[in-house]
């Protein structure tokens, strides 16, 4: 079993940043791509970034892009979610998200069908 836990959530006002960490149970993090999602009440989960095994390939959603940058440290094992200029319409749960698939392990994946492991996520509140 693998268990992920969140960290670095809070309220913030508009324009401010935030870095959300993800810490991954499993000793070999590297075979894992990872993921962010976020999620308000009431509406789907939706993807947020996403990285492959080795930090080569990387992919946002267009309502974060040049906004929100992903990292990860294999030596370390955590992922990143650096959140910047932060609006209040990035007010949700973040999740992060761990998959073996072989094709998100190259590139990046955004259907949450296609990570099987979660952590169990952490507030962002962003005032106006």
């Known amino acids: 079993q693998v268990q992920l836990v969140e960290s670095g959530g809070g309220s913030v006002q508009a324009g401010d940043s935030l870095r959300l960490s993800c810490q991954v149970s499993q000793r070999t993090f590297s075979v894992y791509a990872m993921a962010w999602f976020r999620q308000t009440p009431g509406l789907e989960r939706e993807f947020v970034g996403g990285?492959?095994?080795?930090?080569?390939?990387?992919s946002y959603a267009d309502s974060v892009k040049g906004r929100f940058i992903i990292s990860r440290d294999n030596a370390k094992n955590p992922v990143y979610l650096e959140m910047n200029s932060l609006k209040p319409e990035d007010t949700a749960v973040y999740y992060c998200?761990?998959?073996?698939?072989?094709?998100?392990?190259?590139?990046?994946?955004?259907?949450?069908?296609?990570?099987?492991?979660w952590g169990q996520g952490t507030q962002v509140t962003v005032s106006s």
């Open positions: 990285i492959n095994w080795n930090g080569g390939n990387i």
């Open positions: 998200a761990t998959s073996s698939d072989y094709y998100c392990l190259r590139y990046t994946c955004q259907a949450t069908s296609q990570y099987r492991y």
